[in-house]
Nanobody
Framework: VQLVEYGGGLVPVGGFLRLSCAAS????????IGWFRQAPGKEREFVAA????????SYADFVEGRFAISRDSAKNTVSLQLNSLEPEDTAIYYC????????????????WGQGTLVTVSS
């Protein structure tokens, strides 16, 4: 499966963005699509994931209800709604695909998009 992210940009503190991940190729029902982010000088961290079949969502603790992940299987897209953005949310956001149950760990993801930059200005 090939993944392409879009929707990043520059927003003020408290603002919002909607990131999208367009998937192409063969997507199996046991796939999970995850969003990760990597801030300058920091390791890549898990943000959220959704099961392709059923649309069950999981989030990192730091999300605290500010983000929402969803998938549209008809359009082969997974979206990540970012609300109440803070400067600490500034990072490159990546979507990735895995068939592993350990979907919070980046090492279990085989396919990655190129990333989209989110910058939150204070």
């Amino acid at each position: 499966v090939q993944l392409v992210e879009y929707g990043g940009g520059l927003v003020p503190v408290g603002g919002f963005l909607r990131l999208s991940c367009a998937a192409s190729g063969r997507i199996y029902n046991n796939y999970k699509i995850g969003w990760f982010r990597q801030a300058p000088g920091k390791e890549r961290e898990f943000v959220a994931a959704v099961t392709w079949s059923g649309g069950r969502a999981s989030y990192a603790d730091f999300v605290e209800g500010r983000f929402a992940i969803s998938r549209d299987s008809a359009k082969n897209t997974v979206s990540l709604q970012l609300n109440s953005l803070e400067p600490e949310d500034t990072a490159i956001y990546y979507c990735a695909a895995t068939q592993s149950g350990a979907f919070t760990y980046s090492r279990y993801y085989r396919e990655w998009g190129q990333g989209t930059l989110v910058t939150v200005s204070s």
